[in-house]
């Protein structure tokens, strides 16, 4: 739910933004949902070619 929250904070920003600052709001944003269990469990499942199991 995390990411949802994210992208609609990122969306409700970008009118108020240039793309440079866009852009690096979403690097950011990124780089910290990479480092989060739920992306590596959804990328190892993925090459695995399997559902992710994640544990709430």
Request: avoid cysteine; glycine fraction near 2%.
């Amino acid at each position: 739910m995390a990411a949802f929250a994210e992208t609609k904070r990122l969306l409700r920003a970008s009118f108020s933004q240039d793309i440079a600052q866009h852009l690096d709001a979403e690097h950011a944003i990124f780089r910290r949902s990479a480092a989060s269990a739920y992306f590596h469990e959804g990328v190892t499942a993925f090459f695995e070619k399997r559902k992710p199991r994640f544990n709430d």
